[in-house]
């Protein structure tokens, strides 16, 4: 095995790893700028586009890993550690092996999984010709801190700078681009398909961001147990066959799971497969045609908990399926043609079924949207590589991987628009444009209602009043509560009021429940009222559009929205902030109209001077 250092290089380069229980898939990316960043997966040098989690003791006392420790297990089980993501951060989560010396040996998880990427960082770096020892790594969504503890052990040990956790789910939706303003905005569903699990991921995605709104895993419903059905058809075949339970004789069973594996993914490009093992038992051949309507009614209980686990998700999330603009497919299992035709049909999205290539391979998807985030932010610190080391060099718990809330800026009318939504990866910087202007202290909020007065005050910011609109550019750093402003090219000071981290777990959770209440929806929609109505005010206070009326008649709007405005505090539904709207706008709108008479008469009496009066 290569190690790290022995990639001699001087530059060092970025990577994204899906570090997955099955399989492990690392991907760089070509581009440099944001329009042609384009990951693609390394592939080792036998050409495998991923590293089997397997790490093997080998006769010398070192260690086989990836995909030749997985062709080994069948002899050499008892010195294999498979797996190994499932023991990371469990509670008294160890793992054991025989060494080559014959003792059986209890390890930390963390150990183990270091080899396996430390391998998977070679891979990288042999590839790519670079030490790639810089990377984005990806976890599940909403894993444990003991969890995330683990993995960032696992990096130290292994000599990985991590560059920063992302959510499994954040990183798909990285691969498919949600994080481009050219994406439609509205509802994805991601349907990741792994090894023993599938997770659902809710997200909304509108002018460049996107933020998991729901997440649901169905345990057991994965590859592992697609594969365990056709390893009970075999068995039950050898025993009609030859009389003999194989259920008993590890090492057949070895064998007939690597062999029926291996049909599974050939039912997912042919209608029949052979199941083959030469000397599976007792010397006796085995050999079984499988064929894919069979397996797939052997699996129809598992596709039915997929899709009531996608039901349920969609309802958590108070949505209907016609809600949903696409689905983005991911894990490997999610290549089977029934999942695929089923996804298809429920959310009708043929397309869904077509050939992936030219898109995103879902194998691949956590690995490239890693990658594109590992360049992304390189990017953001110029591309100084070092200066990203200096910052994590040396960190072993970089736990936030995200704004827990959303961060905005209020707008004169009210309302917040965000500029970091929840669930953000950080760091990140945005810029923005308010376009009515704003008062000439910006007001930064964190929170997830529609307007200021329900969130939490972050800090203000002297910037001096602006008439048309504002541009400004937010940044937060990597621990998710430092911010910095830049107006034009001037750094503006932020004055913390409320600091993001005095909001503990529980509020956050408590704000995010109350969003969901009735009386909050309520006042959401009186707030979002509210702006409409100040948006009128302005229009008709600060724009031209009454530029041309005679001083009385701007007396008489003066007045009435003097009127209106005296009227808001008491009006305490969206019907009454309506019926106030529609009063300022009929008075205004007659007023426009005796304009608008006058112009008429007037262009009436030219057409009548011009005309031929013979
Ligand atoms: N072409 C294919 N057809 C059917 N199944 C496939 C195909 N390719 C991979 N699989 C199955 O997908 C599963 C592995 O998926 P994946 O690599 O996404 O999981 P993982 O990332 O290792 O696991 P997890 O995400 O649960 O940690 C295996 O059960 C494998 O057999
Ligand atoms: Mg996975």
Known sequence: MASIASAAATKIGKCGIDFGTSACK???????????LDAKVIVDPMGDFSIASYVAVDDEGGYVVGNTARQQMERRAKYTVAHVKKSLGVEGGTVSLVTNLGKKVVVAPEKIASILLNQVVSVASEGEGVDMKNAVVAVPHGCSEARL?????????????VLQFISESSAVALAYGLDEETTEA????????GFEATRVSVLSASNGFF?????????????????ERIVALCVRDFMDKHGKDLKDNGRAMLKLQAACEHAKHTLSVSTRAVVE???????????????????????????TKMLE???????????????????????????MPRVKSMLAQVFNKPELEKETSGTVNPSEAVALGAARQATLLCMMAENNVEEIQKVVGGETNPTVMSLALTVGVEQKNGLIVPVFSRGNAVPASRTITLEHGSASTLKFYTGERPSAAGNFLLGMADVGEAKGSRTFTLSVDKSGQNFTLLVGEKEVNITFVGAVETLSKGDVAAHVASCASDAAA??????????????????????????DIEEEDTEIVDKKVAETTAQVGAAGDVESITALLKSLTTCVDDILAEYDEEDEEEDGDEAFDGGDMD
């Open 26 to 36: 690392v991907a760089a990316c070509n581009g440099e700028s944001l329009s042609d």
């Open 149 to 161: 503890k683990a993995m960032a052990e696992t990096a130290k040990q292994s000599g990985l700078n």
């Open 186 to 193: 509205g509802n994805y569903l991601i349907v990741d398909i």
């Open 211 to 227: 933020s998991v709104k729901h997440f649901k895993e169905i345990a057991g419903v994965g590859g592992n147990a697609m594969s």
């Open 277 to 303: 093992v030469d000397a599976l038992a007792d010397g006796v051949d085995f050999r079984k045609l499988v064929n894919q309507a069979s397996f797939e009614s052997e699996c129809s209980d598992l596709f």
């Open 309 to 335: 686990g996608i039901g349920a998700t969609l309802k958590d999330a108070g949505l209907a399926i016609s809600d949903v603009k696409n689905v983005l497919l991911a894990g490997g299992s999610s290549q």
């Open 522 to 547: 309520k006042e959401d929609a009186r707030a979002r009222a509210v702006a409409d109505l100040n948006d009128f005010i302005y229009k008709v206070q600060e724009s031209d559009y009454l530029q």
